[in-house]
């Protein structure tokens, strides 16, 4: 091997290490101008923060966003920065080079540390977290691997996710479980109804409560610390869906209490989509089953969930970028910037005749997510008019007890665009149909 071409093979090498140490992607984008952002803020509480502009025009500037429209749609799938797109791109472009030796040898080399950068991000173990593709697949592996058995129960809810509560059916038609649900009517702005609704439904049987961290229809934020030392007291054990807290509140897993928890990091953490992790707590990794066969099904080993086969090498690597990106603003700034912008539009849209509001505003009890609709409007209709005369792209709810339009801002949404948001409500309840 020439000289230049050992030089080029050495740097290609070393590409991988590039989110996990000074030479990120991240520190030569980014991050003289995130850290004169933020000793400029440094003597401002998290919530001081949320409210200056001039500190997040720093943050927006780092996005790709289509200026064309105004997503407010960030609950479905988040964008992801430059930074992030750009390490995808080097990582699928260093795979396609010699995807047999770059993707097994190289970069499969960088999952060890992801993993414990996501444990150190997620307060917990490198040894509990499992990197996969999203919370559907982490949520399914936790519900299928548990050990059940005909006649045990399981209590949900018909706010969980959809994905999740067909997979608990599944389990119900195929061995005979109990699925029951509770049917919530949000906002609830009492922890203790919604634990006594879980508790009083619990019987000798249960086996299993499931519960979603941040209810995905209105953003309703449940009392999931709450909820597991009171199952906890009764011998049963709790899965946490985070599909959309992880990356948006500010907590460690550990400190929920749960025993099994699944997320998305597409959403609010911003890493590529298709990216997601699971949690079990250490001593129950060897009596949960992979979804995909193992080697080793039985192992106390979390890598037993892992064995897919061959898969994008190049968009686990980014979430490192994403995480770097994160932590650079700060978990619990990021976490009141997005709830003064969910705050900022509704409580200014509460006040508009025929316009009601789905959500709570109180910090305890929701963030980024928020339910809106117009008397006289199906949700649909409602997003419709958003998109079709102001470009507004939002995602109407019919479930359930639910009926409205989701709204959801992202740390990269400026007030320009909330205004403009708020004006539409105006413009359009005033009009009707």
């Known amino acids: 091997m020439s000289h230049n071409n050992r030089r080029v093979f050495i740097k290609q090498a070393t590409a991988l290490a590039g989110a996990f140490g000074a030479a990120s992607m991240f520190n030569h984008a980014h991050a003289e101008n995130f850290s ?34 105004i997503n407010l749609n960030n609950g479905g799938v988040s964008p992801a920065p430059a930074v992030v797109q750009k390490a995808l791109d080097r990582y699928n472009a260093l795979c396609n080079e010699g995807p047999s030796y770059f993707m097994w040898r190289i970069l499969d080399m960088g999952r060890e540390p992801l993993r414990e950068k996501l444990a150190a991000l997620a307060g917990c173990l490198p040894d509990e977290i499992a990197i996969n593709r999203n919370a559907t697949e982490a949520l399914n592996t936790v519900i299928y691997g548990i050990t059940l058995k005909s006649g045990d129960e399981v209590i949900g809810s018909f706010q969980d996710y959809p994905n999740m509560m067909h997979a608990y059916e ?31 439904a619990i019987t000798p049987k249960t086996k299993l409560i499931h519960v979603t961290h941040m209810v995905n229809w209105v953003g309703q934020l449940m009392p ?33 209490h749960c025993d099994y928890f699944g997320t998305s990091l597409h959403k609010f953490l911003s890493a590529p989509i298709g990216s997601g992790m699971m949690w079990i707590r250490k001593d129950h990794i060897e ?33 490192g970028e994403a995480i770097n990106f994160h932590q650079a603003i700060g978990p619990k700034r990021k976490e009141e910037r997005i709830r003064y912008l969910k705050n900022y539009w509704a409580e200014k849209a509460k006040a508009i005749p025929k316009v009601k509001i789905h959500t709570s505003l109180k910090d305890q009890y929701s963030c980024a997510i928020c339910g809106v609709s ?32 989701r709204v959801t801002p992202h740390v990269y949404t400026t007030i320009a665009d909330l ?8 413009e359009i309840a005033a009009k009707g149909k």
Not at 374 to 403: C, F, R
Not at 419 to 426: P, Q
């Open 170 to 200: 599944q389990r119900a038609l195929r061995d005979g479980i109990i699925y029951k649900r509770l049917d919530f009517k949000f906002p609830i702005e009492n922890d203790e109804e919604i634990v006594k609704a879980y508790a009083d």
């Open 287 to 319: 009596k949960t089953w992979p979804l995909t066969c193992a080697d080793k099904p039985q192992s106390a080993d979390i890598r037993k969930f892992e064995q897919l086969g061959t898969r994008s090498f190049a968009i686990e690597q980014a979430i």
């Open 374 to 405: 117009v008397d006289g409007m199906t949700p649909g209709e409602l997003d419709a008019a958003l998109w079709n005369t102001y470009k507004i792209h939002v995602v109407g709810i019919v479930w359930q007890t639910i009926s409205c339009v």
């Open 36 to 69: 004169n952002a933020s000793a400029r803020v440094a003597h401002l509480t998290p919530q001081e923060v949320a409210a200056d502009e001039d500190y997040w025009a720093t943050i927006q500037q780092a996005y790709t966003v289509n200026p064309s429209i």
């Open 224 to 256: 999931v610390r709450k909820i597991c030392d009171m199952a906890h007291a009764k011998g049963i054990e709790v899965v946490c869906d985070g599909a959309h807290s992880f990356g948006l509140i500010d907590f460690k897993i550990p400190d929920l």
């Open 419 to 426: 205004d403009k948001f708020v004006k539409a409500l105006t």
